[in-house]
């Protein structure tokens, strides 16, 4: 009985409770307490632990403190501005002249790493931010199985999913998600929002669920999912001259409802 609860899925009761009932009163002052008394809990561990243990904790404590000084020397850099400190010029400057500021903003890191960090961090400006939230028993139906129907553990997905080629099933048996067949799709209608076009297109495979990473590893498809969809046929290229073969696409319907995948592709 003991193993079998440990190997049972929990699930976030908490995260779900305090979505649906909000937090205690004392709920935020009680966290920054804790906090605060972390400091000082960290720094008795640290003096009490002997040999590898006390190695490894301080080890992770130095990485942590490194990438603090990091971030914050960072932060410090790219907000500072310096001014030009020009020599003074003899007589009347024109009234234009005055007002213009010499600062020059500290440059931390090369033009190009920067155009890479404004594109990565594009790329997931996505059309639809925020979705509702789905519950475990909208997407899973239980299967009741066993000679008198006792057993529950088998669960049927209601929602479209995407299953990829080379997929072999489990046995029957042994099959705990069932994905029915009438609800795999291979193709979605992605829509290109500078092209203003609408292609039909293979999915490669689901990226991201913003619903859990249960449902992006089983393939499960429903509103705001990030999909790879494949663009080859569109003719599109690199800066180097290479043909894009997939891109990422976000989900703008319920496909569940409207039977079929409807997305705008991520430019």
Not at 181 to 206: C, N
Request: proline fraction near 5%.
């Amino acid at each position: 009985f003991l193993f079998r609860h440990r190997d049972m899925p929990q699930n976030e009761h908490i995260e779900l409770f305090q979505k649906r009932y909000g937090y205690r009163l004392d709920y935020f002052e009680r966290k920054r307490k804790k906090e605060a008394r972390m400091l000082h809990t960290n720094a008795r561990k640290a003096r009490k632990l002997r040999g590898l243990k006390a190695k490894i904790y301080n080890k992770k404590r130095y990485a942590e403190k490194a990438q603090l000084k990091k971030t914050i020397k960072q932060h410090e850099e790219s907000l500072s501005k310096r001014g030009n400190e020009a020599p003074v010029r003899e007589g009347a400057q024109p009234a234009f002249l005055l007002d213009r500021q010499n600062a020059t903003r500290a440059k931390v890191l090369s033009q190009m790493i920067k155009q890479k960090r404004k594109e990565k961090a594009g790329k997931w400006n996505v059309p639809l931010p925020k979705v509702r939230p789905i519950s475990e028993d909208e997407i899973f139906k239980v299967i009741r199985t066993g000679k008198r129907k006792k057993k529950q553990w088998k669960r049927m997905i209601t929602k479209v999913t995407f299953v990829p080629e080379d997929f072999t099933r489990k046995p029957p048996k042994f099959e705990r998600f069932i994905r029915p067949t009438g609800l795999r799709f291979k193709k979605a209608h992605i829509t290109h929002p500078e092209l203003q076009a609408t292609f039909y297109l293979d999915i490669l495979s689901v990226k991201k669920n913003p619903q859990s990473p249960l449902y992006t590893q089983l393939g499960v498809i429903t509103k705001g999912s990030i999909i790879e969809v494949n663009v080859s046929d569109l003719g599109l290229v690199t800066s180097t001259g290479k043909v894009v073969w997939g891109k990422y696409a976000q989900v703008t319907n319920n496909p569940e409802n409207d039977g079929c995948i409807n997305g705008v592709l991520l430019v």
